[in-house]
C-alpha cells in the first residue's frame, strides 16, 4: 500500500505543472520553518557558522534551504517517472566534469608500435558527494557521462525494505550501483581493485563513529571513509555537486581535491604504469611502450610535485602540511603512502595519507559555504551536521575514539589552547557570593577540558564586579588562592553587619589562606566550602568565562533580556542556581541541553537532565537556597544541624564529573585569553 502511494505521489508530481510545484515547496517550506526544533535548529546552525550575518540573513537562507528541501524530495518522487530526453533538459555538465570524465575515458591502457596492449589498470576514483539541493540525481550521471556507468554509490538503506527495493530500482536505472554503508563495503572495495568509481557522502554528521574535525569554526564529527578509500587505493578524489538553476534546472560540477596524499599516489600510480610497460616492452623488444611508459612516469611526477590549491582564497591542508605540523616531516608521511600504495606500506603512513583526504573535503566545503551564497543556501542546514560530544556523560569533555582535531588546527596555524571557541556553554551562577566563588574552581577546569567552549556567566547584577575580580586574579596558585579568600572574606564582612558574623567570616577566610599555603584547599568559605583541594585551585591563569551578562532584578527589564538572550543559541546551559524563576528563564533561553542539580523528593520540569545527589545532602542543598534567599548572608545551620563546609563543592565536583568533566586539570594546558 505504501508503495503505492509513493508510486501515485510521485506520477502526479512528475506530471504537474512548474507553475503549482514551485509555489508549493514555497509553502511547505515555510511549514518546516514552523516544527519549533527543527527551526531551532537551522537557525542555531546558521547563528554558529555566520554569527556576524544580520538575523534577515539567517531567515532568508533558512527558508530557501527549507524549500529547496521539498525540491529535491519532489524531484526524487518525481524522476523515476522522467524519460531519458526529459532528463537531458533539465540537467548539464560543466566543462570542468566533462574534461575530468574525457581524461578517464582516455586512461586505461598503453598500447605499443606493434599494437599490442600492456594492460593498465585505471586510476581508481573517490567520488565526493555533498547535501545540495537536488542531491539524489547525482544518479543522471550514468546517463549524462560516458564512462562513470558502474560507479558504485554508498548509502544508508531505508528501514522498509519494500521501499529500499523501490528506490535501489529507480536509481540504479542508469546503470549505477547503490551499495549498503551496512554490509556493501566490500563491493566498494572490489570496484576500487579494478580501477572503478566510487561515491559517498562526505558532509553529514558520522556521530560516535566519525573523528573530530573543525567545520566553520566549530568541532564536528566527520566521516573518515572517503579519506580511507582514497589513501587505500590511491584513488584520485573529485567533489561532484549539482548547483541549482532554477527549478528542477541544475548543472553538475566537479573540482578535483589535490592534496599531498593523492599527488604521491599519482606517483605511485605511475610507477605500476611504469613497470607494466617495461615489462611490455622488454617482451615485444620495442621502443613504444617504453616511451608512453616514459610519459605516464613524467606526467605523474608532475602531478606530485605540483600541487595547486583548488581555492586560492582559502588554503586546503594536505596530509604534508598536516604532517609536519604534527612534528613529523611530510616527506616521511609521502613515502609512506607511496609505499602502501604500491602494495605494503606503513599502517601509520595510511592513516596519515587518510586523514590528509579527510580535512581536505572538509575545508573544501568550509571555504565554499562562506564564499558562495547560492549553495549556501542550497546545503542542507536542517540537520545536526554538529551535533557531537552532546551525551551528558561526555559533555563536559573533549575526547573521541577518533580525534583528527590537532592535525586540522595545526593546518589553521592554531593549537587546542588557540582555538575558535564555538560551542556555547552558558552557566547561570548562584545568588550567593560565597557559592560563586565555590565554583570558579569548577569554570576553571571546565576551560581546561573544553578549549573548544565559549563560557558564558549569567549572574546577578550585583555579582558580575566580584565574578570579573575573583575569576581574573593573576599569579601563582597559592597567591591566587589568598587574594581570593581574602576578597571573599572582605564581601561577607561588607554584607554582614553583626560584628560577630565579620569576625566568623575574616576568620574563613584566613583559614582558607591558610590552607592554600599549606597546599591542602580545605577551608570554607562563609560556612560553605569550596571542596577539598580546591583551595588551591582558585587561582587562575586567565578568566574562567568569556563573557558575563548581568541579570537585572525580577521585572520588565529582566523578561526583554530573556527574550533577547533566546535569539544567542546556547548549546549547553548549566544551572547552579536552583530556583524555579532561573529554570523558567533556562526553559525560555531554550538552550537544547539544560542541566541541574536536584534534591530528592523535588521536581524542575524546564530543565532535560537533573542530577539527584544522595539524600544525605538534601541539607546542603537547602542551605544554598536559604544563602541565596538571605542576600548572602551565610546560614552556619539548617533545621538545627551544622551543614559540613565542603559538601556544596563536593555535591557540584560529583554532579560535573557525572557529566564528564575530569577529575582534575591536566598538567601544563594552555588557555587562551
Not at 306 to 323: D, F, K, L, R
Request: net charge positive; glycine share 10%; charged share 15%.
Amino acid at each position: 500500500m505504501t508503495k503505492l502511494l509513493i508510486h501515485a505521489t510521485g506520477w502526479l508530481v512528475a506530471h504537474a505543472p512548474h507553475v503549482f510545484l514551485r509555489p508549493l515547496a514555497r509553502l511547505l517550506g515555510r511549514v518546516i520553518l514552523l516544527i519549533p526544533k527543527r527551526r531551532h535548529l537551522l537557525f542555531s546552525n546558521l547563528h554558529h557558522a555566520f554569527p556576524g550575518r544580520p538575523r534577515a540573513w539567517h531567515a532568508r537562507v533558512a527558508r530557501l534551504s527549507c524549500a529547496r528541501l521539498i525540491e529535491t524530495g519532489m524531484l526524487s518522487l518525481a524522476s523515476p517517472f522522467f524519460s531519458d530526453a526529459r532528463i537531458r533538459r533539465m540537467a548539464a555538465l560543466s566543462p570542468e566534469l566533462e574534461a575530468i570524465m574525457r581524461g578517464r575515458a582516455a586512461a586505461g591502457a598503453i598500447t605499443s608500435d606493434t599494437g599490442t596492449a600492456a594492460a593498465v589498470p585505471a586510476r581508481p576514483l573517490l567520488i565526493g558527494t555533498l547535501h545540495f539541493a537536488y542531491w539524489e540525481c547525482l544518479t543522471w550521471l550514468g546517463l549524462l557521462c560516458p564512462g562513470i556507468a558502474g560507479t558504485g554509490v554508498i548509502f544508508r538503506p531505508l528501514k522498509n525494505p519494500v521501499l529500499n527495493a523501490w528506490v535501489k530500482q529507480t536509481r540504479e536505472r542508469h546503470g549505477v550501483l547503490l551499495l549498503s554503508r551496512k554490509n556493501g563495503l566490500q563491493d566498494a572495495f572490489r570496484i576500487m581493485r579494478r580501477g572503478g568509481a566510487v561515491s559517498l557522502l562526505f558532509d553529514q554528521n558520522a556521530g560516535l563513529n566519525g573523528a573530530l574535525t573543525l567545520l566553520l569554526g566549530r568541532v564536528c564529527s566527520t566521516s573518515e571513509l572517503a579519506g580511507t578509500l582514497a589513501a587505500k587505493f590511491g584513488a584520485k578524489v573529485v567533489i561532484f555537486y549539482p548547483r541549482r538553476l532554477g527549478f528542477w534546472t541544475m548543472r553538475f560540477e566537479a573540482v578535483e581535491i589535490k592534496t599531498a596524499a593523492t599527488a604521491v599516489a599519482t606517483a605511485a600510480a605511475a610507477a605500476v604504469a611504469t613497470a607494466a610497460a617495461a615489462a611490455a616492452a622488454a617482451a615485444d623488444d620495442g621502443d613504444g611502450a617504453a616511451a608512453g611508459a616514459a610519459a605516464v612516469a613524467a606526467d605523474g611526477a608532475a602531478d606530485a610535485a605540483e600541487i595547486p590549491n583548488p581555492n586560492p582564497q582559502s588554503p586546503i591542508p594536505n596530509a604534508a602540511a598536516i604532517t609536519a605540523n604534527a612534528g613529523t616531516a611530510g616527506t616521511t608521511a609521502a613515502a609512506g603512502t607511496a609505499a602502501t600504495v604500491a602494495g605494503g606500506g606503513s599502517t601509520a603512513a595510511t592513516a596519515t595519507a587518510a586523514s590528509g583526504v579527510t580535512l581536505a573535503l572538509n575545508r573544501w566545503l568550509e571555504t565554499l559555504l562562506a564564499n558562495d551564497e547560492e549553495l549556501c543556501a542550497s546545503w542542507l542546514w536542517s540537520h545536526g551536521r554538529w551535533r557531537t560530544q552532546d551525551a551528558p556523560p561526555q559533555r563536559l569533555r573533549l575526547e573521541s575514539k577518533r580525534d583528527l582535531l590537532a592535525a586540522d588546527l595545526a593546518a589553521r596555524g592554531l593549537t587546542r589552547a588557540t582555538m575558535p571557541r564555538g560551542t556555547r556553554f552558558w552557566i547561570t551562577m548562584p545568588a550567593g557570593r560565597a557559592a560563586c566563588a565555590a565554583a570558579l574552581p569548577l569554570l576553571r577546569r571546565l576551560r581546561l577540558s573544553r578549549p573548544d567552549a565559549e563560557i558564558t556567566l549569567l549572574a546577578e547584577a550585583g555579582q558580575t564586579g566580584f565574578l570579573k575580580k575573583t575569576a581574573t586574579t593573576t599569579g601563582g596558585a597559592a597567591a591566587n588562592s589568598t587574594a581570593t579568600s581574602t576578597t571573599i572574606g572582605a564581601v561577607n564582612n561588607a554584607a554582614t553587619s553583626d560584628a560577630k558574623s565579620a569576625a566568623n567570616n575574616a576568620a574563613a577566610g584566613a583559614a582558607n589562606a591558610a590552607a592554600a599555603d599549606a597546599g591542602t584547599g580545605a577551608g570554607a568559605v562563609g560556612g560553605i566550602g569550596i571542596g577539598a583541594g580546591a583551595g588551591a585551585d582558585v587561582g587562575f591563569e586567565a578568566g574562567v568565562a568569556d563573557r558575563i551578562i548581568p541579570l537585572p532584578p525580577p521585572g520588565a527589564a529582566r523578561r526583554r533580556l530573556v527574550r533577547r538572550l533566546r535569539g544567542e543559541f546556547p548549546d549547553t546551559h548549566i544551572l547552579l542556581a536552583d530556583t524555579p524563576a532561573a529554570d523558567r528563564e533556562a526553559r525560555l533561553i531554550n538552550a537544547p541541553q539544560r542541566f541541574g542539580l536536584c534534591a530528592p523528593g523535588r521536581r524542575r520540569p524546564h530543565l532535560t537532565h537533573i542530577w539527584e545527589p544522595p539524600s544525605a545532602a538534601a541539607a546542603t542543598i537547602a542551605a544554598a537556597a536559604e544563602i541565596s534567599a538571605n542576600n548572602n548572608t551565610v546560614a552556619n545551620t539548617v533545621a538545627g544541624q551544622a551543614v559540613a563546609a565542603p559538601s556544596l563543592a563536593s555535591l557540584w565536583e560529583q554532579w560535573w564529573q557525572s557529566l564528564g568533566l575530569p577529575e582534575s586539570p591536566s598538567a601544563g594546558t594552555g588557555i587562551r585569553n
